[in-house]
């Protein structure tokens, strides 16, 4: 059975390139990956640190879950996040998994709504 995933990127540093840096991981490690465009918005919950770029990645994998969260992690450290990141407020990369087969992990992330309205332009 193939898991379907549904992802929420957000960066407030080098916006551009750390999304396309971001997308080539996800496009290597999932395959086939269908993004929506990318927004600015006003940061949450970290006062101070810019706007963020976000964009929401739909897509779906073999992989269990917690080998997909692991992998998640993986490419932001690779990306430069750090484990201060919040504390300096510099996010070059959060790779957010907010769906596994239609159940909310993320139900605060899920619910905001820029997210809606970009999960709803790449939709099935």
Same mark, same amino acid.
């Given at each position: 059975m193939r898991n379907k995933?549904?992802?929420c990127?957000?960066?407030n540093t080098d916006c551009e390139a750390?999304?396309?840096s &971001?997308?080539?991981l996800l496009r290597a490690?999932?395959?086939? %990956?269908?993004f929506s465009e990318a927004v600015y918005t006003e940061p949450i919950g970290l006062p101070g640190s810019g706007l963020f770029l976000n964009?929401? &990645?739909v897509s779906d994998t073999d992989v269990?879950?917690?080998? %997909?969260k692991q992998a998640l992690k993986e490419m932001e450290?690779?990306?430069g996040r750090m484990p201060d990141s919040k504390r300096t407020r510099i996010i070059p990369i959060d790779i957010d998994l907010l769906l596994w087969n239609g159940t909310v992990l993320k139900p605060t992330d899920w619910e905001k709504e820029y997210v809606q309205l970009l999960f709803r332009s790449v939709a099935d």
């Amino acid at each position: 059975m193939r898991n379907k995933v549904i992802l929420c990127l957000g960066t407030n540093t080098d916006c551009e390139a750390n999304l396309k840096s &971001a997308g080539e991981l996800l496009r290597a490690y999932f395959g086939p %990956v269908r993004f929506s465009e990318a927004v600015y918005t006003e940061p949450i919950g970290l006062p101070g640190s810019g706007l963020f770029l976000n964009q929401v &990645a739909v897509s779906d994998t073999d992989v269990p879950l917690e080998e %997909v969260k692991q992998a998640l992690k993986e490419m932001e450290n690779r990306l430069g996040r750090m484990p201060d990141s919040k504390r300096t407020r510099i996010i070059p990369i959060d790779i957010d998994l907010l769906l596994w087969n239609g159940t909310v992990l993320k139900p605060t992330d899920w619910e905001k709504e820029y997210v809606q309205l970009l999960f709803r332009s790449v939709a099935d």
